[in-house]
């Protein structure tokens, strides 16, 4: 899982549970505040939250606990990312998403639909109005289905949810989606199928808020899901999924951006955006699918092997401190926007945690960072209010990490 603010800081966590979660509050001058607050732009607070729900209803008490638990009731605007979302608002026309084509399914997911978003809604108490809501996907299925001779499953949309509450003074302004699909999968609904890497199964939705330049962006991306291959191979595809998404936003404004000399006003088209990408805050979360790894050789990938033993064992362990460790030092992400310069450790962390990552084999240095993900020291502040950091400098305890950090590898 993952969120990030500004661009990115990645969270490990277990589907089918509300993952990452932190507040926002944007203030009128940037700066890397710490604890789970961000400040920027007209002093507002966002609640920002990502749920990979795997085709599930959305049970109240686990909607109590994600919103209400964290205090998204007295936030100006709530953002909810989910991933496998077993539903979508079709009525609201902004998901270019297949249609069922059956009318009685499709009246089934209207009614699920409603009883999703209703069971949101009841939980702020009626004190929130959704704002946007857009999704890309097809419903999930209940088992492999045999298409063109591919067994193939789908497991839901990707989907991101808007809402500001009744009494806040907050402009928004226009909320503008956008998409962008990049998977692989047929559709369930032949003879359509999508172009090579247009499938909705992975990619990213998202809301331009021209109000508060603020770009808010939910994403699901490709899984490892073959044993005995090494992890740089599934990477590569993320980061190709990553720079496509980017280049899709930057794209968007590049298309809504006035002509060189031109102004906006009244005679402007009603879809330009007089302000350029880099002006906007991005905040991005989803199921970015990276893994923690501490034994990259081929023959530590083998199911229940050598890898997933140690980290499993460390990411059950509870302990806040042990899972600080197993993120600076496993995660794949985290280390590989180390080695390329957008993001650096917190001055204060165990001895445990290297300073500098085995760069190991990663792909060439030229290799640009998708914007999308390029971290600021905002990004790292939430990472670590997220992952329940202490700021304590009492580290004491031991950690059962390996001796040596471990080289990634192609």
């Keep these: 899982m993952g969120v990030c603010a500004s661009s990115d800081a990645q969270i490990g966590d277990t589907p089918n549970t509300p993952s990452s979660t932190s507040e926002l509050s944007f203030s009128p001058e940037a700066s890397s505040s710490c604890s789970n607050n961000i400040s920027y732009n007209s002093g507002f607070k966002v609640f920002a939250g990502t749920f990979n729900i795997n085709g599930s209803p959305l049970p109240p008490v686990d909607v109590e606990s994600w919103l209400v638990s964290h205090g998204a009731s007295s936030c100006d605007l709530i953002f909810l990312a989910f991933q496998e979302c077993a539903t979508c608002s079709w009525a609201s026309g902004a998901s270019p998403s297949v249609r069922l084509g059956d009318k009685a399914q499709e009246a089934l997911n209207e009614r699920n639909d409603a009883n999703f978003l209703g069971t949101i809604l009841k939980s702020l108490e009626g004190r929130y109005e959704i704002i946007g809501d857009t999704a890309i996907g097809e419903p999930p299925t209940s088992h492999k289905v045999d298409i063109e001779g591919i067994k193939t499953e789908w497991y839901g949309f990707i989907r991101l949810v808007g809402l500001k509450a009744r009494n806040s003074q907050v402009d928004v302004g226009r909320v503008v989606p956008f998409e962008c699909p990049c998977g692989s999968k047929l559709s369930m609904f032949p003879p359509h199928h999508y172009p090579p890497d247009f499938a909705p199964d992975k990619g990213a939705v998202g809301f331009i808020l021209e109000g508060q330049k603020l770009v808010v962006s939910s994403l699901h991306l490709m899984g490892t899901n073959k044993y005995g291959v090494p992890e740089m191979k599934f990477d590569n595809e993320r980061r190709r999924q990553l720079d496509k998404i980017s280049k899709t936003i930057e794209a968007r404004f590049d298309e809504w951006l006035p002509d060189e000399g031109e102004e906006g006003g009244e005679d402007s088209p009603s879809n330009t955006i007089q302000v350029p990408l880099s002006h906007y805050r991005k905040v991005v979360m989803g199921d970015f699918n990276y893994r923690c790894e501490l034994f990259p050789e081929v023959e530590d990938k083998a199911k229940d092997g050598k890898d997933f033993g140690a980290v499993n064992k460390l990411a059950m362990s509870g302990d806040s401190d042990t899972l600080e460790s197993l993120f600076f030092t496993g995660d794949r992400l985290q280390r590989w926007l180390r080695l390329r310069g957008v993001w650096s450790l917190p001055e204060v962390l165990p001895s445990s945690i290297p300073k500098e990552p085995n760069p190991g084999s990663f792909g ?38 390996p001796s040596r950090p471990p080289p990634i590898t192609s």
């Design 364 to 401: 060439s240095p030229q290799d640009p960072v998708p914007s999308i993900i390029c971290a600021t020291e905002d990004a790292l502040s939430l990472t670590r209010s997220l992952l329940k950091v202490r700021e304590s400098s009492a580290r004491d305890r031991p950690y059962s990490l």
